[in-house]
């Protein structure tokens, strides 16, 4: 039991690199669709180049899209809208009209001639003229209503309103019968009022010309408004069953192909409509394996699935053996690999949105910001590899979006530029829009027949890709990395822990931007982050902010502290700028990587100038020489290695008595050697070809920075 402990905790790592793997393809397979897939590629307007293919069974060419959009359409033009007859709000309104009327009626004979409510019969008996015309004006103006009740009122609503403006016709449902109504059929409240008002004048007008001003002033008084109530209401219920029920109608099989027929032989061009019949015989056939043989199916995807993240695993034990040995960087890729798998999955599953518009290329955007472009470009390879077992038109999808991962790749150089990241974005809708066409007439063998709207999509895909800015915050945070916009923003010497080394340590800030210069070229030259080095270089040592003057850089008033310490204390002092440092960006939140400069630049090497002045002093005391080396660790990077270069030749330049190609040269070789045989690059991948050419950047710089003048005239 306890060597198998042991055995756990000597293999941790590797163990949780390997459990991380096999995670990420469980999910995968969790999540991928359980279908079988088509054993057949091919293209519409290319040649057939597999065996002639045979009917397997019986099957029906199910029509195309287009085609039942068109369908669709054309039922949808003839369709109309249902409104229920309320005939419940008719007789509601005439009884009610009629006392209102016989109210007012009272009102206006009481008022005109002076006749008290138990006189009313009398008076009616001595003027029936009079009764008779009101008679007659209930009468009309009651049919008026019964005509606009009886086609109908409808009630107002946005369905209403497009309805009336388009002037569509209406089905008009009375007891439980539906019967087609034209646009002049049926009335707006408005309209009805009107067609009232101006039937009411005309019979006034007709009827009344002899009469006294008083009696037409009443009749045109009665207030119709009060009695236009809609008694035609939109049902949408009913309206959205009959149109579901005519679109279900709609066949979506346009012919049969028999068992055994023909469909295509080798080497002849797939038409469209051969395209289709094949179209319809790979739905078919995998409509099929759905509901059979998911075990096999499942089985064939664990093979193919781990298949590829067992590449991408030896891909990384080879090249990016540091990624692997680092569970946070691992876990950073996979994570990336999934993501994007799972989202292609969720879009094509339930179809929200069209597929062109997964951004793939970010990806290979953020892996190329944080590691290198050969890195980027396989994990996206391997990304498309698992996406294209259930896109749609595996073929265009991976040649498509494996171009557009090499233009995204090449095209962003400085992410820290925004108008680098932008102009990417363009190039990528370009590109994508470029190769569509290319496919789309190929296929199509006409321009008319390419559908628009996706490039559309494409456009909305590039959007996407700008997305990428927020996303490198999000994983720099979560993940532990370092991206080029931040080493911008942490190089700009206007910083204010870089501000206060300017202020309280002046000489070691020019010493900083000096060493900044050397690295970073010797970096070009040999090939690494540049800017990573720069910026290291910068902060590799804010620890000296603690005690400015314990280092010759910042001595300017001929006074050194040393001479009152002895020399391990001396020692000491120098040592713990590399101490304080850390502790100094750590408390001021600089990232790991930055850090890792100011530990690093001296190594494990020692303090030579009070190690050697206390043996010459001391010759025959035994020395501790741990006290006078400083803590380390050695460089594990080719930047921090480079740092450490620069960092020393350019502090022994300083002292250089005499000045000239023959003492620099003499100097970078003596300093590098020393550090050489004392293995302070054994952790780094750095060669003898990467210091030979490193020497030669700093001597070529030193000479640059020591030339000599011109002597001008006083």
Same mark, same amino acid.
């Given at each position: 039991?306890?060597?198998?402990?042991?055995?756990?905790?000597?293999?941790?790592?590797?163990?949780?690199?390997?459990?991380?793997?096999?995670?990420? &393809?469980?999910?995968?397979?969790?999540?991928?669709?359980?279908? =079988?897939?088509?054993?057949?590629?091919?293209?519409?307007?290319?040649?057939?180049?597999?065996?002639?293919?045979?009917?397997?069974?019986?099957?029906?060419?199910?029509?195309?899209?287009?085609?039942?959009?068109?369908?669709?359409?054309?039922?949808?033009?003839?369709?109309?809208?249902?409104?229920?007859?309320?005939?419940?709000?008719?007789?509601?309104?005439?009884?009610?009209?009629?006392?209102?009327?016989?109210?007012?009626?009272?009102?206006?004979?009481?008022?005109?001639?002076?006749?008290?409510?138990?006189?009313?019969?009398?008076?009616?008996?001595?003027?029936?003229?009079?009764?008779?015309?009101?008679?007659?004006?209930?009468?009309?103006?009651?049919?008026?209503?019964?005509?606009?009740?009886?086609?109908?009122?409808?009630?107002?609503?946005?369905?209403?309103?497009?309805?009336?403006?388009?002037?569509?016709?209406?089905?008009?449902?009375?007891?439980?019968?539906?019967?087609?109504?034209?646009?002049?059929?049926?009335?707006?409240?408005?309209?009805?009022?009107?067609?009232?008002?101006?039937?009411?004048?005309?019979?006034?007008?007709?009827?009344?010309?002899?009469?006294?001003?008083?009696?037409?002033?009443?009749?045109?008084?009665?207030?119709?408004?009060?009695?236009?109530?809609?008694?035609?209401?939109?049902?949408?219920?009913?309206?959205?069953?009959?149109?579901?029920?005519?679109?279900?109608?709609?066949?979506?099989?346009?012919?049969?192909?028999?068992?055994?027929?023909?469909?295509?032989?080798?080497?002849?061009?797939?038409?469209?409509?051969?395209?289709?019949?094949?179209?319809?015989?790979?739905?078919?056939?995998?409509?099929?394996?759905?509901?059979?043989?998911?075990?096999?199916?499942?089985?064939?995807?664990?093979?193919?699935?781990?298949?590829?993240?067992?590449?991408?695993?030896?891909?990384?034990?080879?090249?990016?053996?540091?990624?692997?040995?680092?569970?946070?960087?691992?876990?950073?890729?996979?994570?990336?690999?999934?993501?994007?798998?799972?989202?292609?999955?969720?879009?094509?599953?339930?179809?929200?949105?069209?597929?062109? $518009?997964?951004?793939?290329?970010?990806?290979?955007?953020?892996?190329?910001?944080?590691?290198?472009?050969?890195?980027?470009?396989?994990?996206?390879?391997?990304?498309?590899?698992?996406?294209?077992?259930?896109?749609?038109?595996?073929?265009?999808?991976?040649?498509?979006?494996?171009?557009?991962?090499?233009?995204?790749?090449?095209?962003?150089?400085?992410?820290?530029?925004?108008?680098?990241?932008?102009?990417? !974005?363009?190039?990528?809708?370009?590109?994508?829009?470029?190769?569509?066409? =290319?496919?789309?007439? /190929?296929?199509?063998?006409? /321009?008319?027949?390419?559908?628009?709207?996706?490039?559309?999509?494409?456009?909305?895909? =590039?959007?996407?890709?700008?997305?990428?800015?927020?996303?490198?915050?999000?994983?720099?945070?979560?993940?532990?990395? $370092?991206?080029?916009?931040?080493?911008?923003?942490?190089?700009?010497?206007?910083?204010?822990?870089?501000?206060?080394?300017?202020?309280?340590?002046?000489?070691?800030?020019?010493?900083?931007?000096?060493?900044?210069?050397?690295?970073?070229?010797?970096?070009?030259?040999?090939?690494?982050?540049?800017?990573?080095?720069?910026? &290291?270089?910068?902060?590799?040592?804010? &620890?000296?902010?603690?005690?400015?003057?314990?280092?010759?850089?910042?001595?300017?008033? =001929?006074?050194?502290?040393?001479?009152?310490?002895?020399?391990?204390?001396?020692?000491?002092?120098?040592?713990?700028?590399?101490?304080?440092?850390?502790?100094?960006?750590?408390?001021?939140?600089?990232?790991?990587? /930055?850090?890792?400069?100011?530990?690093?630049?001296?190594?494990?090497?020692?303090?030579?100038?009070?190690?050697?002045?206390?043996?010459?002093?001391?010759?025959?005391?035994?020395?501790?020489? !741990?006290?006078?080396?400083?803590?380390?660790?050695?460089?594990?990077?080719?930047?921090?290695?480079?740092?450490?270069?620069?960092?020393?030749?350019?502090?022994?330049?300083?002292?250089?008595?005499?000045?000239?190609?023959?003492?620099?040269?003499?100097?970078?070789?003596?300093?590098?050697?020393?550090?050489?045989?004392?293995?302070?690059?054994?952790?780094?991948?750095?060669?003898?070809?990467?210091?030979?050419?490193?020497?030669?950047?700093?001597?070529?710089?030193?000479?640059?920075?020591?030339?000599?003048?011109?002597?001008?005239?006083?």
């Amino acid at each position: 039991m306890e060597k198998i402990v042991e055995i756990l905790k000597r293999n941790y790592n590797s163990i949780s690199v390997i459990s991380l793997f096999l995670i990420t &393809g469980l999910l995968i397979l969790y999540f991928l669709p359980r279908e =079988g897939k088509f054993r057949y590629e091919y293209q519409r307007g290319r040649p057939w180049m597999h065996e002639t293919l045979i009917a397997p069974f019986n099957f029906p060419i199910y029509k195309t899209e287009a085609e039942l959009s068109a369908e669709r359409d054309s039922i949808l033009t003839d369709f109309h809208h249902y409104f229920q007859y309320d005939s419940l709000v008719h007789d509601y309104i005439i009884s009610t009209y009629h006392r209102y009327l016989e109210s007012r009626w009272k009102e206006f004979i009481s008022d005109r001639f002076d006749v008290e409510e138990d006189q009313f019969e009398r008076f009616f008996k001595d003027n029936p003229g009079l009764n008779s015309l009101i008679d007659d004006f209930i009468s009309y103006s009651t049919s008026l209503l019964d005509y606009v009740y009886e086609r109908g009122i409808i009630a107002p609503g946005e369905t209403a309103d497009r309805i009336v403006t388009s002037r569509e016709s209406i089905i008009i449902v009375k007891d439980n019968i539906g019967e087609r109504t034209p646009p002049d059929g049926f009335y707006r409240q408005r309209s009805a009022y009107e067609y009232i008002k101006e039937n009411v004048e005309k019979w006034i007008s007709a009827e009344l010309s002899n009469m006294p001003s008083n009696m037409p002033e009443f009749l045109r008084s009665i207030e119709f408004s009060d009695y236009i109530v809609p008694n035609l209401h939109y049902d949408q219920a009913m309206t959205d069953r009959v149109r579901q029920s005519l679109l279900d109608e709609i066949s979506l099989a346009r012919g049969m192909v028999q068992s055994g027929e023909r469909i295509v032989s080798k080497g002849d061009l797939i038409t469209n409509e051969v395209f289709q019949i094949l179209e319809s015989l790979r739905r078919e056939y995998e409509s099929r394996l759905r509901g059979a043989n998911l075990n096999l199916i499942l089985l064939g995807q664990v093979i193919l699935v781990f298949s590829l993240l067992i590449i991408l695993y030896f891909f990384l034990y080879h090249f990016r053996h540091e990624i692997l040995i680092n569970i946070r960087k691992t876990l950073f890729i996979l994570f990336l690999l999934f993501l994007m798998v799972f989202v292609s999955i969720m879009i094509i599953r339930f179809s929200m949105i069209n597929f062109y $518009i997964v951004p793939f290329a970010i990806v290979p955007i953020i892996i190329r910001t944080f590691y290198d472009e050969r890195l980027a470009l396989f994990v996206h390879t391997i990304i498309l590899l698992l996406v294209g077992f259930f896109a749609p038109n595996s073929f265009e999808f991976v040649f498509l979006n494996f171009v557009i991962g090499i233009v995204a790749i090449f095209s962003l150089t400085n992410i820290y530029r925004r108008s680098k990241l932008f102009l990417t !974005a363009v190039i990528i809708i370009f590109s994508y829009s470029l190769l569509y066409f =290319g496919i789309a007439i /190929i296929q199509e063998r006409s /321009i008319a027949s390419i559908d628009l709207i996706n490039f559309a999509w494409f456009g909305g895909n =590039g959007l996407l890709v700008l997305t990428t800015y927020p996303l490198l915050y999000i994983f720099e945070k979560t993940f532990g990395f $370092i991206s080029d916009a931040t080493l911008m923003e942490l190089s700009d010497t206007n910083q204010p822990l870089l501000r206060k080394l300017a202020e309280e340590a002046p000489g070691t800030f020019q010493h900083s931007i000096q060493v900044a210069n050397l690295a970073e070229a010797a970096v070009y030259e040999i090939g690494g982050n540049p800017l990573l080095v720069r910026t &290291g270089a910068l902060y590799h040592d804010i &620890g000296k902010m603690t005690n400015p003057f314990y280092f010759v850089e910042n001595q300017t008033s =001929g006074y050194n502290p040393h001479d009152s310490l002895e020399f391990e204390e001396s020692a000491q002092m120098i040592i713990s700028h590399v101490t304080k440092g850390v502790e100094m960006g750590k408390k001021n939140n600089l990232p790991q990587q /930055i850090i890792d400069f100011i530990r690093t630049h001296h190594g494990t090497t020692r303090v030579q100038y009070f190690y050697k002045s206390y043996l010459r002093k001391y010759p025959n005391d035994e020395v501790d020489a !741990a006290r006078y080396t400083y803590p380390g660790p050695k460089p594990f990077s080719r930047e921090t290695a480079v740092l450490m270069m620069a960092d020393s030749v350019e502090a022994a330049s300083r002292s250089l008595k005499e000045i000239n190609a023959d003492s620099i040269n003499s100097l970078v070789e003596s300093i590098i050697d020393y550090q050489v045989i004392e293995e302070q690059f054994s952790n780094t991948e750095i060669t003898f070809r990467d210091i030979s050419r490193i020497k030669e950047v700093y001597k070529k710089k030193l000479r640059n920075i020591y030339h000599a003048r011109v002597e001008y005239p006083e």
